[in-house]
């Protein structure tokens, strides 16, 4: 199994080293649109408007990596994303109670090239058995690490009604629902 990873992602690599040089000969800019969504906690505390939150994304080498299993590793994370550049630092999502992952990190790179190449080739590809979403990110401040949902992990997840085995089963509120009787939390 290990040897056909390493396969996949040798291929990855020598596909996104081959796409930048093709881009770069042919004289295209590697420059990715901004998505339309905006972080809405950026204006916490009327720090920052939207044309700073554009700005600082225009300037971004930080990119929010969504929908990872929980049980996917930083180690994990690390080898895929390596593959279209340097990385400065992995951040992992974690329940802000249990302090366990919850499915979405950040990954910074040191250069904004790298990062366009990330967007570009690694976003909607496969990392444990899961399509990988990717989207630019202001740039990491201390406490986003952590879910904004009531229980702790992603709001996304509370409120999700299918099961989900790499996202901890079913959602919050619909795991509660289906309880078993006679189980009291312990």
Not at 9 to 38: K, T, V, W
Not at 151 to 171: K, L, N, S
Not at 174 to 185: R, T, V, Y
Request: proline content about 1%; charged content about 30%.
């Amino acid at each position: 199994m290990e040897i056909v990873n390493t396969f996949k992602l040798n291929i990855i690599s020598e596909f996104i080293n081959q796409m930048s040089n093709d881009m770069f000969s042919a004289g295209n800019s590697l420059s990715i649109d901004l998505s339309s969504y905006r972080d809405q906690h950026f204006k916490v505390g009327g720090k920052g408007s939207r044309a700073e939150q554009d700005r600082l994304l225009r300037l971004s080498t930080t990119l929010y990596v969504g929908n990872l299993s929980f049980y996917t590793t930083e180690e994990q994370i690390y080898e895929l994303f390596t593959r279209c550049g340097d990385i400065r630092r992995i951040i992992m999502g974690l329940d802000k109670y249990k302090k366990t992952p919850c499915g979405f990190c950040f990954v910074e790179y040191y250069t904004r090239a790298d990062a366009e190449n990330c967007l570009r080739y690694i976003n909607g590809t496969r990392l444990d058995d899961r399509i990988v979403r990717t989207d630019w990110d202001a740039g990491f401040i201390e406490g986003r690490q952590y879910g904004r949902g009531k229980t702790g992990g992603q709001v996304r997840d509370e409120y999700r009604t299918d099961y989900d085995a790499g996202r901890g089963g079913y959602g919050k509120i619909i795991a509660q629902k289906i309880q078993p009787e006679g189980h009291f939390g312990r």
